[in-house]
């Protein structure tokens, strides 16, 4: 039996799931700013209602980006202590992944366009067919300008959702990219739940980080993340 804590803080969103036995359970809360204050007693209650210990668990996973650089953060420093005081391993998930697989559930598509909301005009993007569950990414997760999508559609091949809050630059997108959107959700956020359910395929696969190789993804290059002092 697998057991896997995850956790998400890359959004005004705040997460936690805790994976057992094909069960997902999570608390999921919109919170914004109140993460560094939430997410451990979020943590502490998810494990205690389940009768477990950090010890008990096989790994412990999170969204590492992109998203929040604020939030990717707390969740990348969250991580690494509990791993490394735990002696666990990491998985590591793509937010804009995790949203796919959200989105493939909840709106019955295959083909699913995941954007969020960069600021300066620019959306972090990713382009996934969604298979058995599992997300195969069919462009590279980036961020860029939302008129620089023009490869998307010719990649798609049915019905395409597009979900997050990037679909706030709807009407910036190429037309061709328009044109084939079926589906809109802009409420949908990186959700820990779907996180879980992600880290228990890479773990089988022995995708695993060790503590001190954890990092979030930002996507923009000038962004510096700090680890652990003396890792």
């Given amino acids: 039996m697998t057991r896997i804590l995850a956790l998400d803080t ?6 936690v799931a805790l994976l057992t036995d094909e069960e997902v359970k999570e608390d999921f809360r919109l919170t914004p700013r109140e993460h560094t204050k939430l997410i451990l007693p979020m943590i502490d ?3 205690a209602e389940a009768g ?23 969740a990348a420093g969250i991580v690494q202590g509990l791993a490394w005081g735990a002696e666990l391993p990491v998985v590591a998930v793509s937010t804009l992944e995790a949203m796919a697989r959200d989105a493939a559930d909840k709106h019955n598509r295959q083909w699913v366009l995941t954007v969020l ?11 996934y067919q969604v298979q058995a569950g599992e997300p ?21 091949q049915g019905p395409l959702a597009v979900v997050g809050s990037g679909l706030v630059y709807e009407a ?18 990186p959700r820990a739940a779907a996180i879980a359910q992600l880290a228990q395929v890479y773990f089988q696969r022995g995708e695993t980080l060790t503590p ?14 700090k680890k652990l002092p003396g890792r």
């Avoid at 477990?52 to 707390?74: C, H, Q, V, W, Y």
């Avoid at 328009?178 to 959700?185: A, G």
Wanted: charged fraction near 25%; glycine fraction near 6%; aromatic fraction near 6%.
């Fill in 10 to 15: 890359s959004s005004d969103a705040c997460s």
């Fill in 172 to 189: 910036r997108f190429p037309q061709a990219l328009q044109q084939l959107i079926e589906v809109r959700d802009p409420d949908l956020q």
């Fill in 117 to 127: 909301d960069a600021r300066m005009d620019e959306v972090y993007a990713g382009l």
């Fill in 136 to 156: 195969q990414a069919r462009i590279p997760e980036r961020v860029c300008a939302p008129e620089r999508l023009e490869d998307v559609a010719s990649q798609v």
């Fill in 212 to 225: 001190e190789q954890v990092q979030p993804i930002y996507l923009r290059d000038e962004v510096a993340w």
């Fill in 45 to 47: 209650a998810l494990l």
């Fill in 52 to 74: 477990l210990k950090l010890s008990d668990l096989d790994a412990i996973a999170f969204g590492r980006g992109p998203g929040s650089f604020t939030g990717l953060r707390i």
